[in-house]
């Protein structure tokens, strides 16, 4: 059974729009989120992270907003562009034998038009 | 350039055979982590080391083994390859155990089992 899942295998935009990704979670002993992104042929990339204990984190053009009660949380992109088509892996952490593990979802395949 | 370096990027396997995934990190992190790709299935965990001398099982640890040969050193063997185990591998790592500081990733193995 899934503990962090996409539901969106796919999102198309246009470039210089919002680009929102969503990710719901079912453990309540996850206490730190992240998103990473993911080229073809390449190793995912981290892209921003944030804690159980605040409900938005921003960096750049990226913001990853919390919301615990929901167990949801989604990250959008402003503005989009062409460079940023790629897969978005949402992760969860929790703690469990002498380390933090991430779950991953499934991801989503975002494809930015120019 | 530091980071998370993967041994060997591509393999191709006969059903039976044996063979090991090597993966080394420079960053000083204490844990190490091996997951697999497969399409529509996101990153699964299979094996896990918190700390030198640590290893724990994973989401999908069956037909795997793995050994912590040092700080820097986390390896991954197939005993006997299954075409199941066909997949992309992926090692990580992480400092201050992964607290919201990220994973940082290899840049995989794609193996193909035959």
């Known amino acids: 059974d899934q503990q962090v899942k996409q539901n969106s295998p796919s999102l198309s935009v246009q470039e210089g729009r919002i680009s929102i990704l969503n990710c719901d979670y079912t453990?309540?002993?996850?206490?730190?989120f992240l998103w990473y992104k993911k080229y073809p042929a390449e190793g995912p990339t981290f892209l921003i992270s944030?804690?159980?204990?605040?409900d938005k984190n921003e960096d750049g053009r990226f913001t990853v907003f919390l919301n615990k009660s929901a167990k949801h949380l989604s990250l959008h992109i402003v503005p989009s562009q062409p460079g940023d088509s790629a897969v978005y892996f949402c992760a969860a952490s929790a703690w469990v034998g002498g380390s933090y593990i991430p779950t991953f979802g499934r991801g989503t395949s975002l494809i930015v038009h120019p | 350039n530091a980071g998370v370096t993967q041994t060997p990027k591509f393999q191709v396997l006969k059903t039976g055979q044996s063979m090991t995934l090597q993966c080394a990190q420079d960053?000083?992190?204490?844990?190490m982590y091996w997951y697999r790709q497969d399409p529509g299935m996101g990153l699964r965990l299979i094996y896990y080391?918190?700390?030198?001398?640590?290893?724990d099982k994973g989401e999908v640890p069956n037909g795997y083994n793995v050994s912590r040969l040092n700080k820097r050193e986390f390896s991954l063997r197939l005993e006997s390859a299954a075409p199941s185990q066909t997949s992309v591998y992926f090692c990580a790592s992480s400092g201050r155990q992964g607290h919201g500081y990220g994973y940082t990733f290899g840049s995989g193995t794609r193996l193909t089992v035959v």
């Open positions: 944030i804690s159980s204990i605040k």
């Open positions: 080391s918190a700390s030198e001398g640590t290893t």
């Open positions: 960053m000083n992190h204490n844990s």
């Open positions: 453990n309540s002993m996850f206490d730190y």
